[in-house]
């Protein structure tokens, strides 16, 4: 197919997935009670190129339906498909949510959306790397501040309006941070000069990680103190998320110098071991249940696995045929999501879900052969981009929306 019929067909079909009621039959996952998928292309903010032409890719999804990310715009550089703006997308609508500085190559994006639809991401100058934490609320753009430096990055939004994230102070060094209601906190460290901050719940516990005195990394629990979770025996270790109850996930090394998931309760740190024939793990997700996905990997390859842990046993979620399977989000229902290859090479990526034990393709738009999950939401709707290309803009902003009443019973892992 021609670069231009692609673009031709993507602007037809852009048109026409504004309607769920245009977008045809559900699309089943073969005996998958996960329901049934309609996949939807959100279009792109750049209208210069029959929209179909700089590429748009989703970030967040909540339970509305409200859909956040980025997308080229057709105006400034790089040329020819302009600088990346954030975007929210509702019914059918993509709204451009502009930069700080409004000017034409100054960049932004889009990286979290919570049940209220406040947004958080980041907004940059066109080629420079002072990037500032900024939050929309109701349309309107706010600076969120640093903690006296130059610069600040968010990485996690809770539905109670916390924003965490890293920030310079005024001697470069990076610190995490907890803002609020238009108050910015710095979290501090463990005694050493730098802290991150990697996710927070709905009463404000952050999860990140600090140096100590002695400049080892250390995984770290905020609630209004600073709390260091230790180490599996090793001297390091770092957390990637944190649940409603406070329970955290993230990796750390042994005393052999392996780094393995950790799940963290009440005090106790708890090793979430290893899949046969690798050497690594991570945890990158929990949720409610305490339940963890996560990344299995092994000096010897490139290659990573995703892993499911609950009740103390790790399953691999396999491949779509290929050798590579990256683990993007789970929800409370047990379901995973990510992006797996489908064959050895690396540019065959196909979005999967995961459940019953079972790994699923979800397909993508039409006239795209490749697609990426990156998030999904409490009813299961999963937002990312399919891909025409590996390089280039040739991406679309994706949805694949969960069919109304499609049954979504609690998933039980095969034994």
Not at 250 to 272: E, K
Request: aromatic letters at 6%.
């Amino acid at each position: 197919m021609s670069r231009f019929a692609v673009l031709l067909s993507a602007a037809i079909l852009a048109d026409a997935c504004r309607d769920p009621d245009l977008q045809g039959p559900a699309r089943p996952l073969a005996q998958f009670n996960a329901g049934a998928y309609r996949i939807v292309d959100l279009g792109t903010l750049d209208t210069t190129h029959n929209g179909g032409g700089g590429g748009s890719q989703a970030s967040a999804v909540n339970s509305q339906g409200q859909v956040v990310g980025f997308s080229r715009t057709g105006v400034g550089e790089p040329a020819p498909y302009g600088a990346l703006h954030a975007f929210v997308w509702e019914q059918g609508v993509m709204t451009d949510l502009g930069t700080l500085g409004g000017a034409p190559n100054e960049q932004s994006t889009a990286r979290f959306i919570n049940e209220h639809g406040r947004i958080v991401g980041w907004s940059v100058p066109y080629a420079s790397a002072a990037t500032r934490a900024v939050l929309w609320d109701g349309g309107v753009i706010q600076d969120i501040g640093t903690l006296g430096g130059d610069r600040s990055m968010p990485s996690g939004l809770s539905d109670a309006g916390h924003v965490v994230g890293s920030s310079t102070i005024a001697s470069g060094a990076s610190h995490a941070f907890l803002w609020l209601n238009g108050v910015m906190q710095d979290l501090g460290t463990l005694g050493g000069n730098a802290s991150s901050a990697a996710a927070v719940n709905d009463v404000g516990q952050v999860a990140g990680e600090s140096q100590t005195a002695a400049g080892d990394t250390h995984a770290v629990l905020w609630d209004g103190a600073i709390h260091d979770l230790g180490t599996l025996g090793g001297p390091s270790s770092g957390a990637a998320a944190i649940s409603a109850r406070g329970v955290v996930t993230g990796w750390s090394t042994d005393a052999s110098g392996q780094r393995h998931g950790f799940l963290w309760s009440n005090g106790v740190m708890q090793d979430l071991g290893l899949l046969p024939g690798y050497a690594a793990s991570s945890g990158l997700r929990v949720n409610a249940a305490g339940e963890v996905a996560g990344q299995v990997s092994s000096p010897s390859s490139p290659y990573m696995r995703g892993f499911f842990w609950a009740n103390g046993v790790m399953q691999d979620l396999g491949t779509l045929g290929g050798q590579n399977t990256l683990v993007s989000d789970v929800d409370d229902l047990g379901r995973v999501i990510g992006t797996t290859t489908a064959s050895r090479c690396l540019c065959s990526t196909r979005a999967f879900m995961w459940g019953d034990g079972m790994l699923r393709d979800l397909g993508a738009l039409p006239g795209y052969p490749l697609a990426e999950a990156k998030a999904l939401n409490s009813r299961g709707d999963v937002v990312g981009r399919s891909v025409w290309s590996v390089g280039g803009d040739l991406w679309r902003a994706t949805l694949w929306r969960r069919a109304a009443g499609a049954p979504g019973p609690r998933m039980v892992a095969s034994e």
